[in-house]
């Protein structure tokens, strides 16, 4: 259990491979040197069938609705999306966000979950009597941003894939019915949980005592985590 070195597999979506793990894995490699981590990028539910049949050591998915099934998880952060458009686009205006009868109005470019009956992005507009104009999907959130960069429609993603690089375009907070969603880290039962593993679980959820997440682990506690932060707050922890 407390080797410094070995391996370290992730699986998890694009997103958070891309905008959230890369300063979190920055420290675990410099307190454990010898330690390899490999990523493998997937979809929600590809990444916790990975974790299943133990390809992956833990899976970093998002949900918004309940706790994901399949192993031990752990709450890491609270985030929002974003409809994001072009400068000099309609929406891109002073003082209003645009309202969920407004977004169905124009075609949308959104996460391939969403195409699924059961999301809540389309149980948002499904909700009010509205029907989403999904125009394009993709896994990949820097593919979002470069059909909205083309004029092809809104894009509807994740706070954290929207930063300083994309000046050129205009990120409002998305409608109050479209759900705020939880990162959750998900580690499987009943296997030996490495030291490095768990300081990147606790890396990515500094508000959980590293005691108490090793207790549940192991079987010794019962699961009663905090309330996660939001991701605007954990960003100013796990900078590199």
């Known amino acids: 259990r407390r080797e410094s070195h070995g391996q370290l ?26 330690v390899s981590v490999h990523l493998q990028q997937s979809t929600e539910g590809a990444a916790l069938d990975l974790l299943g049949s133990g390809e992956a050591d833990m899976a970093v998915v998002s949900t918004a609705g309940s706790e994901p099934q399949g192993g031990i998880a752990v709450p890491l952060y609270r985030w929002k999306r974003l409809a994001l458009v072009p400068r000099g686009h309609e929406l891109d205006r002073a003082g209003r966000a645009p309202e969920l009868e407004e977004l ?13 009956p059961e999301s809540s992005l389309r149980r948002a507009f499904t909700g009010k009597g509205l029907e ?59 296997r030996v949980l ?40 954990l960003t100013q922890t796990i900078s590199i």
Request: aromatic letters at 8%; hydrophobic letters at 40%; glycine letters at 6%.
């Open 9 to 34: 597999t992730i699986t998890t979506t694009h997103t958070q491979a891309r905008f959230v793990l890369p300063p979190a894995i920055a420290r675990i490699k410099r307190e454990f040197p010898q």
């Open 104 to 116: 169905s109005r124009y075609p949308l470019i959104s996460y391939e979950s969403s195409v699924r």
């Open 132 to 190: 989403p104009d999904l125009a394009l999907t993709a896994l990949d959130a820097d593919l979002i941003k470069t059909y909205v960069r083309a004029g092809l429609g809104v894009g509807l993603l994740a706070e954290m894939a929207v930063g300083i690089g994309d000046s050129d375009l205009r990120g409002w907070p998305a409608p109050k019915e479209i759900s705020e969603c939880i990162a959750w880290a998900v580690l499987p039962r009943e």
């Open 194 to 233: 490495r030291d490095y593993a768990l300081e990147l679980v606790n890396v990515l959820a500094p508000q959980i005592d590293k005691r108490d997440l090793r207790r549940v682990i192991d079987g010794n506690q019962e699961a009663d985590w905090p309330e996660p932060p939001t991701w605007e707050s």
